[in-house]
């Protein structure tokens, strides 16, 4: 179980999350983290762990990876609410933008994102 206690602007947050062993296998996956095991436990220790914000950035690409395109403020909007913050989405949107996967168009009002292999 996960409790979040906060707010968000005036509003006050109060929010538990009932998590089983597969939600908890899911979240670390997309964090690129690993879950303890007995085995892992024993084992010798690996290299460093992923940073939080390398975690994120690999979200973020995962996230545009599998949407093919999305406009700049559609992304921006997603990478704010992955991160909770609007100044942590801008700069992952800056570096999408300098990404050698990404692809950014003037699309009209918007640019668009699209991500290249």
């Not at 996960?2 to 997309?30: C, F």
């Not at 909770?84 to 989405?89: D, E, K, P, V």
């Amino acid at each position: 179980m996960v409790r979040i206690r906060g707010s968000i602007g005036e509003w006050p947050v109060d929010l538990t999350l009932e998590l089983d062993e597969s939600d908890w296998e899911q979240l670390s996956a997309r964090l690129g983290a690993q879950l303890p095991t007995t085995a892992a436990q024993n084992a010798v220790p690996a290299a460093k762990p992923a940073s939080q914000d390398d975690a994120l950035w690999q979200i973020a690409r995962d996230l545009l990876r599998k949407a093919g395109q999305l406009s700049g403020p559609d992304l921006l909007e997603q990478l704010e609410g992955l991160t909770g913050s609007a100044a942590a989405g801008k700069r992952l949107l800056v570096r999408l933008r300098h990404s050698a996967q990404v692809k950014v168009v003037s699309g009209g009002d918007t640019p668009l994102y699209s991500w290249i292999e």
